[in-house]
């Protein structure tokens, strides 16, 4: 069975501050997904990565993949309440059968 | 919006009851699967239908029926369940093209109660 660990599990920060979450796997990714679930909603895709070591940034969210496309990370600058929300990863791992895997997710809480 | 819609949004039955989720993607999508999300679990594909047709089956109990009469409708009937099935089950969509990168849109879930 291929699994996501994502760390932290929780994450309680104060408005302004810096952070990040992983999301690791011993297995190879094809390509990696990112979402964002706010309480009462569905996630919502925030970024696909493909190739290692790509970065890319939405905003204050910068989203790096690992060389070796076996991790991922997520830095959030300067967070924002609107930020709070389960930070999911979702990955296609190379070889393997077309469907997602998920992550635990990591469910962060910004105050004001 | 999300474009795809899930009702009806909150569902409580008990375990003799036989019930429905309906899950309508307005985006144009050929593929609709369904997810099973409980605390403290990732989130777990339940069925894929690509196309109508349905391509994944992810060990699921026959207690959960799944129906896709067209590739904008997906059903999930439910019978006999246990009070373990009671978690969010979201829909979601995606245009399947077999390159793997394709976003899922996903609704904003059933939150089911089993008493």
């Known amino acids: 069975t291929q699994l996501l660990e994502q760390s932290p599990q929780f994450l309680s920060i104060q408005e302004g501050e810096n952070l990040t979450v992983y999301c690791n796997s011993s297995?190879?990714?094809?390509?990696l997904q990112w979402y964002r679930q706010e309480p009462g909603e569905g996630p919502v895709l925030l970024v696909t990565v493909v190739t290692g070591g790509e970065v890319k940034k939405l905003k204050r969210l910068t989203f790096q993949f690992g060389d070796a496309r076996k991790d991922s990370s997520l830095h959030i600058t300067a967070a924002q309440t609107g930020d709070t929300g389960l930070y999911l990863c979702?990955?296609?791992?190379?070889?393997?059968?077309?469907?997602?895997?998920f992550g635990k997710g990591t469910k962060l809480t910004v105050n004001p | 919006e999300t474009g795809v819609t899930q009702t009806p949004r909150h569902l409580v039955m008990g375990m003799t009851n036989k019930k429905s989720l309906k899950c309508e993607q307005h985006l144009g999508h050929n593929a609709m699967y369904w997810y099973k999300q409980s605390a403290k679990k990732p989130l777990e594909l339940m069925f894929v239908?690509?196309?109508?047709?349905?391509?994944e089956n992810n060990s699921v109990p026959s207690r959960f029926s799944p129906e896709c009469p067209n590739s904008s409708h997906l059903f999930l009937h439910l019978h006999t369940l246990q009070p373990e099935d009671s978690a969010l089950y979201l829909c979601?969509?995606?245009?399947?093209?077999?390159?793997?990168?394709?976003?899922?849109?996903f609704g904003d879930g059933t939150r089911l109660s089993i008493l």
């Open positions: 239908y690509n196309f109508k047709e349905q391509t």
């Open positions: 297995s190879v990714f094809s390509s």
């Open positions: 979601a969509s995606s245009q399947f093209s077999g390159q793997g990168v394709e976003p899922q849109h």
């Open positions: 979702a990955g296609l791992f190379h070889g393997g059968s077309e469907k997602l895997v």
